[in-house]
Every structure is written in C-alpha cells, then in structure tokens.
C-alpha cells in the first residue's frame, strides 16, 4: 500500500443468485456488505435473484447502466449443476474478461479446499467501465474472494498497480 495515496471509495452493488436464500439466510451476500464497509467503499445496492439467466441479466445491465456505480459483486450460482448458470448470463454482457481473476480465485482456493476449487467457475470482467466480479455461493469463498483479490485491486493506494487507477480508461476507443 502506498501511503502518499488517499483512498478512493467506490459505489458497489452486491448481487446474491439463489433460489433458495432471503435476506435472513443470505450469509455470503451479508458478509460481502460487511467487508466492503468495513474497507471504506459505499453500498449502492443489494439484491437477491432467482438463479435465472434472464432476471441476472435484467439487474445486471440496469446496475452497468448506471454512471455511479463502478463495481458489482455477484455471489452463487458459479457451480455446475444444472441451476448454476450466473457465468453463462454475465459473459454476454462483458466487454473484457478478466482472466487472471478465475485463475487467481482457484489458486488460492486449492490451498483451501484442494482439488474441489475446479468445480468453481469464478470469473470477472468489465462492462461499460464496470468492474464486475462473480464468486461462488460460500461465505468462505466471498471472504477469500475479497481478501486476497478484489479488495487489494479496488484500492487506489494497492501498488504497483490496481484497477482504480484504470477506471478513467476503460471506455476509451
């Protein structure tokens, strides 16, 4: 971190994809809320959608729409069973991928849970100048998510370099 920096907080939206979970039962979505307070950044907004490819894309697109948010974290729905579709609803909408985000998600979930973090379909990108991140449903795995990824990238004062810093770039032509 580099301390001749100030810390720039941004609007985030958090976006649980269940079929089964309600504000009461939502731990991942809650624990995502808690920690990206906690590090300074805004809550814009907190949903919980059926795990449907459908009603994903129709919040998602409102949230990268909107010019004040920068950041949306969605949480569930990056398994394989047959209900588990978040990634096939967010890469139509992504202008770039993030590949190292997948990557570096399984990394540090083998030394966690070994070779079940394969199951895992985390992936990030960007949309219209929103940075977009998709974990799995575990509160466990939001917590590494953000502690060892997102939260250190989301920091302007993250050195050599961070996603903040590119922000004014990303709809460059």
């Given at each position: 971190m580099?301390?001749?920096?100030?810390?720039?907080?941004?609007?985030?939206?958090?976006m649980t994809v269940s079929d089964s979970r309600n504000e009461e039962t939502d731990k991942s979505g809650a624990?995502?809320?808690?920690?990206?307070?906690?590090?300074?950044?805004?809550?814009?907004e907190k949903v919980i959608v059926a795990d449907d490819i459908y009603r994903i894309r129709a919040d998602l697109s409102r949230w990268i729409a909107d010019d004040n948010l920068q950041v949306v974290i969605t949480t569930g729905g990056t398994g394989l069973t047959g209900r588990d579709g978040t990634p096939e609803a967010v890469a139509p909408l992504l202008d770039k991928v993030i590949d190292g985000f997948g990557e570096m998600f399984r990394v540090i979930s083998y030394d966690l849970i070994g070779a079940s973090t394969m199951q895992s379909r985390a992936i990030a990108g960007t949309a219209n100048g929103t940075f977009i991140f998709c974990l799995p449903g575990s509160t466990g795995a939001c917590r590494d998510g953000w502690k060892h990824l997102i939260s250190v990238q989301l920091d302007y004062r993250t050195r050599p370099c961070n996603l903040v810093e590119i922000m004014p770039r990303l709809l460059e032509k």
């Open positions: 580099s301390k001749e920096r100030e810390f720039i907080p941004l609007n985030i939206a958090i624990a995502l809320v808690k920690l990206l307070t906690e590090a300074g950044h805004k809550l814009a």
